[in-house]
């Protein structure tokens, strides 16, 4: 059994076996007897490495004997191994030739926090989204039979991540076309069945055996003979594996279903993926591991431990604290809770971030009202569009990089409609550690074109609180896109008053140039209008646009700049630029936000600042286009 740990190492801890298995080839040449052994040093370095960094962590720990298997027993990388989401990729990041680099993880120019095929040959579908390796890994099988080649797929998805429709489209599919692919639920703490222990890990072994499959083979040629006699057999396999095992509805969708067995028992995992690896058609192994196995803090509280943060130094030297306010989804939190207290009507729809989202104080208080639909974004918003058909007012909180995975139900279900449905839309712009999977970076781009469309953005902790109430009480669909982490600790009014639609705001008189700032980069707008003496104008709808403030700041002033943590192409800076193109209005306009390339993984302030984002790149854009309209100026003197 694994050893549980209480305690994270501080010290790199001594790991002769895992020093042999740096590879999967290294792996494979160590004995069966030692790989529990080997689990053990894997936990242990995981454990360690981790405490370094930060990170993500209970998934991991869940699947170190289950990686270890895989690699064990497939031929990776020739064998394809797709895991989903990747938030229990660290394990086999370690066993693919990456352990001296896991200090570097989610750090500028280090490892990413998720699969990456870039990275390495071992990762062969790159991924920060739940519900898709099986897709991936059908489309790995389909190219391998079309290419000729007997090389396996496998995909390891979570009982969450099954949740979403895509992953069932997907499991229909496969079957359709017999796929020769193997998909292994790993069902952790949320498990899908109890039914776990030394029967059901037996009745796994045969019905994974190649006798077994042979003679269930045998069977149906001399049974098909006989009118309805395979039928009735089938029937009466399905109805015995039925009353022990969980597999009824795989089996019915055209999977070979395995399981569950005890994913923490690695003498049973290999034996079992053994016996299926070369099983035809599509298989089904269903395993059942314990979230944050093998650390006793992390397997008590696994939502607590899904990921943490770098230890910190025993003795670290005195700093003094800074003062910022509450996150941003904090604030979300309680005006959700407080306009709920106002308004019977209200519900609140989270695509199973419920902690992410800071759902959990609204939850508790009004549990008829809260719905979490599981990873099942696209259902979500219709679901909130069902609701605003029949007078309900359902807010739909969702981050950012998540809603673009039900534009459609966006656009189709809600906006065509005109539907009464609040979108708060959380982490929006860069993220930071878990890199362009996971950033806010195209949000204004894909809203601000939907006819009908409400489309705010907030620079402070209150403006957020108002914008919601504005959203809320607009008579249409309506987003507020805001960032993750704290504002700059700005008063938040009590009362829940809504702002006057598309109207922006001047919070400093210039001249010269015009900063106009779509967000949360307004304090950073204004220390650079200190030096430039600029106007700074928080504009703070993206949609309607203030076409009067606008016309006004173009008349009076040289130069206007558009600054938005949100792609260019397609952003409000593109808003503006199509709005004075109307008007006719022949305006120098510097167009900032997030440049046409992916922005990796590092720590926000260092994201911000490779985009020009921050103070000094802000300033310096705003210097180069003014040096170079007084040399234009010049020429044509």
């Known amino acids: 059994m694994p050893t549980t ?27 069966e007897s030692e790989l529990e052994s080997l689990a053990d040093e894997l936990r242990q370095y995981l454990l360690y490495s981790v405490g370094q960094t930060g990170g993500h962590f209970g998934a991991g720990l869940g699947v170190v004997e289950l990686t270890i298997a895989l690699h064990y027993i497939f031929d990776t990388p020739d064998d394809r191994l797709v895991w989903d989401v990747g ?25 990413a926090a998720f699969p990456r095929r870039s990275e390495s040959e071992y990762d062969t579908f790159g991924v920060g989204h739940s519900s898709t390796s099986i897709s991936a890994a059908l489309g790995m099988a389909i190219a391998a039979r079309l290419q000729g080649s007997r090389r396996k797929s496998v995909a390891v998805i979570g009982d969450g991540a099954l949740t979403a429709g895509m992953a069932f489209e997907a499991l229909n599919h496969a079957s359709d076309v017999k796929a020769n692919m193997l998909v292994v639920l790993n069902d952790n703490d949320m498990s899908i069945s109890k039914n776990v222990g030394g029967l059901s890990n037996y009745l796994a072994k045969i019905i994974s055996s190649r006798t077994y499959s042979s003679m269930r083979e045998g069977s149906k040629k001399i049974l098909s003979r006989l009118p309805g006699a395979w039928e009735i057999a089938r029937k009466v396999e399905e109805h015995a594996k ?7 509805l795989f089996e019915e969708l055209g999977w070979n279903y395995v399981g569950p067995i005890d994913g923490h028992d690695l003498p049973t995992l290999i034996a079992t993926l053994r016996n ?14 314990k979230k944050g196995k093998g650390f006793a803090p992390a397997e008590a509280d696994p939502i607590g431990y899904h990921a943490i943060t770098k230890l910190e130094p025993i003795n670290p030297p005195a700093q003094p604290k800074q003062p910022s306010g509450p996150k941003y989804s904090a604030v979300f939190g309680q005006w959700l809770c407080d306009m709920a207290a106002q308004d019977e009507r209200l519900v609140g729809i989270t695509p199973a971030m419920k902690e992410g989202s800071d759902l959990v104080a609204f939850a508790d208080k009004f549990p008829a009202r809260y719905f979490d639909v599981a990873i099942a974004e696209q259902h979500a918003v219709t679901l909130a569009a069902g609701m605003a058909c029949d007078g309900i007012k359902p807010v739909v909180a969702i981050y950012s990089t998540f809603l673009q995975r039900a534009y459609d139900q966006l656009i189709h279900d809600v906006a065509v409609q005109h539907l009464d449905v609040l979108f708060a839309i959380d982490r929006a712009g860069l993220v930071g550690e878990d890199g362009p999977t996971h950033a806010g970076s195209f949000d204004i781009s894909y809203l601000r074109c939907i006819p009908g469309m409400l489309v705010m953005t907030p620079s402070d902790e209150n403006e957020l609180r108002r914008m919601l109430t504005t959203g809320y009480l607009f008579n249409g669909p309506a987003a507020v896109r805001y960032p993750r982490g704290s504002g700059p600790n700005a008063v938040i009014e009590a009362a829940l ?111 911000l600042a490779e985009c020009g984002l921050d103070v000094a790149g802000i300033e310096s854009a705003v210097r180069a286009r003014l040096a170079l309209l007084e040399q234009d100026s010049a020429q044509a003197d």
């Not at 076996?17 to 160590?30: F, H, S, Y």
């Not at 938030?87 to 570097?104: C, D, F, N, V, W």
């Not at 039925?242 to 009824?248: F, I, N």
Request: net charge neutral.
């Open 497 to 607: 008053e809504p702002l006057q639609i598309g109207k922006g705001v001047v919070r400093r008189q210039g001249k010269g140039v015009a900063l106009l700032v779509f967000g949360v980069q307004l304090s950073e707008a204004l220390r650079v209008a200190e030096t430039l003496d600029a106007t700074v104008v928080d504009m703070r709808f993206v949609k309607p646009l203030d076409e009067a403030l606008l016309r006004e700041l173009a008349a009076s002033h040289a130069l206007l700049v558009s600054i938005e943590e949100n792609a260019v192409m397609g952003g409000a800076g593109s808003a503006v630029s199509e709005f004075l193109a109307a008007e006719n209005l022949l305006k120098p306009l510097l167009q900032l936000g997030l440049p046409d390339y992916y922005v990796e993984h590092a720590k926000p302030a260092q994201m």
């Open 87 to 111: 938030h229990q990729a660290y394990p086999h990041k370690i066993l693919t030739g990456r352990r001296e680099r896991m200090a570097s993880l989610r750090q500028k120019n280090g490892l």
């Open 242 to 248: 039925g009353m022990l095992v969980p597999g009824t």
């Open 276 to 289: 299926m690896r070369d099983l035809e058609g599509p298989q089904f192994l269903h395993v059942v591991t």
């Open 5 to 31: 740990f209480h305690e994270i190492p501080r010290e790199r801890p001594v790991t002769p076996l895992l020093d042999r298995a740096e590879t999967p080839d290294g792996l494979r040449r160590l004995a």
